[in-house]
């Protein structure tokens, strides 16, 4: 079956950078696109942007561009988000998504990743 | 970006009660409209999407409706599980966008 497993909690200064992986298993991560949404503490959901593994292109959320790097390594089948120059408001959780073969939108969920910018 | 707009904000509700949410988009969607579930601590849940087409597992309570910028979430007869937050969101453009999310308690 499809999951996605993210990696574990970070904590991180302002001014730093923070790398979050996605591990697809179940599928092939070059089939389909893999999105990243995030929630902050008590507010809603943000979709951030998409990658396509198979060719390495993107789309982001205008908020995030110029900030924000979604990779893929297809041969250990993963996914990254990396968010540089962290504030106080990039505190949240996030996560990463999968389409549905079905419906054409997110289908699967990742776990979520907690990422904390605290001084 | 397309704007998503859901209200209310909150609804107060009981079990056994008829509810609806509705979502209106910055501009037409057509039908590529989706519904999610969340609970506290919890990834999002997919309820229906194509506006009206209900995820297989979803129970048939759950209906969506409309097209082109006014969408409603309505649950028939609300259970206990269903307490939770729901977002709508649109997927017409490359660029995704949520509406602010209907907590329901």
């Known amino acids: 079956q499809v999951q996605l497993v993210q990696s574990g909690a970070e904590v991180k200064k302002p001014g730093a950078s923070v790398k979050v992986s996605c591990k697809a298993s179940g599928y092939t991560l070059s089939d389909y696109y893999v999105h990243w949404v995030r929630q902050a503490p008590g507010e809603g959901l943000e979709w951030m942007g998409w990658i396509n593994p198979l060719i390495g292109d993107t789309k982001y959320a205008q908020k995030f561009q110029g900030r924000v790097t979604m990779t893929g390594d297809t041969s250990i089948n993963t996914a990254y988000m990396e968010v540089n120059t962290l504030t106080s408001d990039d505190t949240a959780v996030y996560y990463c998504?999968?389409?549905?073969?079905?419906?054409?939108?997110?289908?699967?969920w990742g776990q979520g990743t907690l990422v904390i910018v605290s001084s | 970006d397309i704007q998503m707009t859901q209200s209310p904000s909150t609804l107060s509700a009981s079990v056994g009660d008829r509810v609806t949410i509705t979502c209106r988009a910055g501009?037409?969607?057509?039908?590529?409209l989706a519904w999610y579930q969340q609970k506290p601590g919890k990834a999002p849940r997919l309820l229906i999407y194509k506006a009206s087409t209900l995820e297989s597992g979803v129970p048939s309570r759950f209906t969506g409706s409309g097209s082109g910028t006014e969408f409603t979430l309505t649950i028939s007869s609300l259970q206990p599980d269903d307490f939770a937050t729901y977002y709508c969101q649109q997927y017409y453009t490359f660029s995704y966008s949520f509406g602010q999310g209907t907590t329901l308690e």
């Open positions: 998504a999968r389409d549905g073969d079905e419906a054409s939108t997110i289908s699967y």
């Open positions: 501009q037409s969607i057509s039908s590529w």
